[in-house]
């Protein structure tokens, strides 16, 4: 690799050239963890004598570490081979920020910690913003096993334990990963594992017609169940601890078992029932919409249609499924509600999922703090008893979020993009942890401890959420964006289409009534939160437009009208990124030049978007309103 760019390689895991420890004896267990740790301490300067100690013991759950003692006499004791690989990387990301005394109890929140990967098989990735797959090349498995292993390691440093590595639209020829191509899956599980990270697979609902050749795919049919079953049996007698299977069916095109009229729990029963002798998991997504939807059809509202079609079905699915819900009802946007089906359903078992992509943040090319929006997400309620942030562990057993990963040399395209892949991991682990204290332990793992380079980054990171979201669609509308690629402004993309995905703007009122009194979907929340969102007054200002539909001269808390918000928001948007351009600049000789160059250069395109966004925006509604700027800046007309 070209020397230039080892920085952005090694991410968080930098060495710590002016850290200064003593020279180390190990003692007790000497497997992998202990070639970790002797790793993560190689570069870093040595100084009198100390003592680490490393054991696994039964006296600690499973995927919990403590780590006690001083500088000079360490002891990691692990719940698990994983649980002392994670204090291991835990006692060196702590020597970085500068630890010397240790107390530390650490225990995942969530007990899986999964990353999907939206890689197609042909090399290319749905989704993804920074070059090409780790795991496939040209139609087959590909990969370089350096790579992947440094990636294992990224991905375990941050307490991932689970990956799928294919796209959930699983193609005929991605299908075979169970079947012509499992040997080399395989090779790859064997990469991941001693990692502690263990794999999935993304499986075709239609494999028994397309794989085994039977007429039909129907999860009721006994052919059917029994060619699973033996499917599962070759699966799992070649890799015996992946973790599961993951099923994307009757959603954007791909049939499922509504297209063969059975339920969504029948659907996901009859892999279940294969995967249960191994201990492994359905993990079956709830993203389940019309999306053939007429525009002119005001009654049906896309944003029921999960809680529509999977609340009904509570207690139909089988012990080894995991429902996997994405956060919102809508689609990753920059700002939803939580999904109405998260925390309900008492008698199914629940994973969230993120997008740490950022599709519709950015694409990695605009900055955009996702463990921001993660921490608001945490603090939302979702039953009356509970916000999200108390489910996680309880009724959420999983948290799941889309990779932002490829094989750029700084795996995310843009070098401050690996700041959400961090916050992603260690949000996963504790919900509890800020989005403050992620990016600043991110920010000293990367960037070094000197405050006067960690506090303007930390600050400019932590910003950059807000900054995103006053340029882009107001207030919770959502889905003013190029239709095909999703970047960038395109007000009305989206609103002529089949999509389900409206904002209905008139020349006096923008938004949908999804109140009691509009389509309804604010009856499937529990009774508080209902009222909540049902009220203008108590619904949370930033999101009000996804839930009312109001007029242009509507009064916000503020006094401004909601025209006079949308021009100045988009003004302050723009000068937000001008603000982070500033803030770069004063850091330049600070940083390695690898850092600064490019991250200067994003910046760059993100105003050019900013820029773009604030002028078609205004544009726009003042063509609808013809209302003016009270502060007369420019719009153009
Ligand atoms: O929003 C859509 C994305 C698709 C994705 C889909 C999903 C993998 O644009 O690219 O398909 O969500 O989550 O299944």
Redesign the pocket.
């Known amino acids: 690799m070209d020397k230039n760019c080892e920085f952005g390689y090694r991410a968080w895991l930098q060495p710590g050239k002016s850290l200064v420890v003593p020279d180390y004896t190990f003692s007790g267990d000497d497997g992998f963890a202990l070639k970790e740790l002797k790793r993560g301490l190689a570069k870093m300067n040595e100084n009198g004598h100390g003592v680490i100690d490393l054991s696994v013991t039964s006296d600690l759950v499973p995927q919990s570490y403590t780590i006690t003692g001083s500088l000079e006499d360490v002891v990691i004791k692990g719940g698990c081979e994983a649980g002392l690989l994670y204090g291991v990387y835990g006692f060196v990301a702590r020597l970085h920020q500068g630890h010397t005394d240790f107390n530390v109890v650490e225990k995942p929140v969530a007990a899986k910690r999964i990353l999907n990967h ?1 890689d197609n098989i042909t090399g290319k990735i ?2 993804g913003y920074s070059g090409n797959s780790l795991f496939f090349k040209d139609g087959k498995v590909g990969y370089n096993l350096k790579r992947l292993e440094d990636y294992a390691r990224l991905l375990a440093s941050v307490g991932i334990n689970e990956i799928s590595i294919n ?3 699983v193609t005929t020829e991605s299908a075979k990963l169970i079947t012509d191509y499992l040997p080399d899956v395989v090779k790859i599980a064997d990469v991941f594992r001693p990692f502690g990270i263990r794999l999935i697979i993304s499986v075709h609902f239609e494999s028994p017609a397309i794989l085994g050749g039977l007429e039909t795919s129907d999860p009721l049919d006994a052919e059917v169940a029994s060619w699973w079953k033996k499917v599962a049996a070759h699966v799992y007698k070649a890799i015996p601890d992946l973790a599961g299977f993951l099923v ?1 069916a009757d ?2 095109f791909r049939a499922g078992p509504m297209t063969l009229g059975r339920t969504q729990a029948e659907g996901a029963n009859v892999i279940a029932a294969a995967l249960a002798p191994f201990g492994a998991t359905v993990y079956w ?1 709830c ?1 389940v919409y019309n999306c053939m939807q007429d525009w002119r059809d005001t009654a049906t509202d896309r944003p029921k249609a999960a809680y529509d079609y999977f609340y009904p079905l509570d207690g139909q699915f089988d012990d080894n499924v995991i429902i996997q819900i ?1 956060h919102g009802p809508s ?2 946007q920059v700002r939803e509600p939580n999904s109405p089906l998260l925390g309900n359903m008492d008698k199914t078992r629940q994973g969230i ?1 993120f ?1 740490v992509t950022q ?2 943040t950015g694409q990695q090319k605009d900055l955009y703090a996702l463990a921001v929006q993660w921490e608001e997400i945490f603090d939302h309620p979702v039953t009356d008893k509970a916000n999200t942030r108390e489910l996680i562990g309880n009724k959420i057993e999983a948290v799941v979020a ?1 990779a932002n990963v490829g094989d750029d040399t700084n795996w995310t395209g843009h070098l401050l993009a690996q700041a959400n892949l961090y916050a992603y991991g260690r949000m996963a682990w504790n919900p509890n942890l800020t989005a403050e204290e992620v990016t600043r332990e991110w920010a000293m793992l990367t960037f070094g401890a000197d405050p006067a380079v960690i506090n303007p980054i930390v600050d400019m990171v932590l910003k950059s959420r807000s900054v995103y979201e006053k340029y882009n669609a107001p207030l919770g509308i959502g889905w003013m964006v190029n239709i095909n690629h ?1 970047y960038g402004p395109s007000v009305d993309g989206y609103e002529y289409m089949k999509w389900g995905t409206y904002h209905r703007a008139d020349t006096t009122a923008i938004g949908v009534d999804r109140t009691t009194a509009g389509t309804g979907y604010t009856s499937q929340y529990h009774p508080h939160v209902q009222a909540m969102y049902e009220n203008k007054e108590t619904c949370p200002e930033e999101i009000l437009l996804y839930f009312h539909r109001l007029p242009y001269d509507y009064k916000l808390k503020s006094g401004q009208t909601l025209i006079q918000y949308i021009y100045d928001t988009h003004f302050e948007g723009v000068e937000g990124v001008e603000g982070f351009i500033k803030t770069w600049e004063s850091l330049k000789g600070l940083l390695p030049e690898e850092a600064y160059t490019p991250v200067k250069a994003r910046l760059q395109l993100q105003l050019t978007n900013a820029i773009e966004w604030r002028d078609v925006i205004n544009s726009y509604f003042y063509r609808k309103t013809g209302s003016l700027d009270a502060k007369g800046r420019k719009i153009y007309t």
């Open positions: 939206w749905e989704r796209n959930v639209n994307k959603s954007e997504r993203f994405k689609d990753f999922e997008q599709e519709y889309v999703h």
